[in-house]
């Protein structure tokens, strides 16, 4: 592999070789924290917009009403939203660590 300067952004194909040469199990820990947190997230926001009788379609412009959705939701919510964070970033975090050691 070629040795770029600092300043310059690596290409995808780089990348992409970088990521391959991970083992099959690292690569799993990457995928199930990002599918984790996406799928967690949606759930929990469909379930805390249908708590509070608004579409969940709504949540999802970019208008005052898609930010009310965010910032309406209760404590225990919040709470797995932390938590739903923790997780992911624990799993996609040990996958990027353990092929290092």
């Known amino acids: ?3 770029k300067p600092a300043n310059e952004l690596p290409s995808f194909e780089t990348l992409f070789q970088s ?3 991970l083992p099959t199990a690292n690569i799993l820990a990457i995928v199930a924290g990002f599918a984790l947190w996406i799928i967690g997230g949606n759930i929990l926001g469909y379930r805390s917009m249908k708590r509070r009788g608004t579409s969940y379609s709504k949540s999802l412009l970019p208008t005052p009403s898609g930010l ?3 910032f309406g939701m209760n404590k225990a919510e919040w709470l797995l939203m932390i938590i739903l964070a923790v997780f992911s970033l624990s ?3 040990w996958g990027i660590s353990s092929a290092y050691h």
């Open 1 to 3: 592999m070629d040795i």
């Open 19 to 21: 990521l391959m040469l």
């Open 68 to 70: 009310r959705a965010v």
């Open 91 to 93: 799993l996609i975090s």
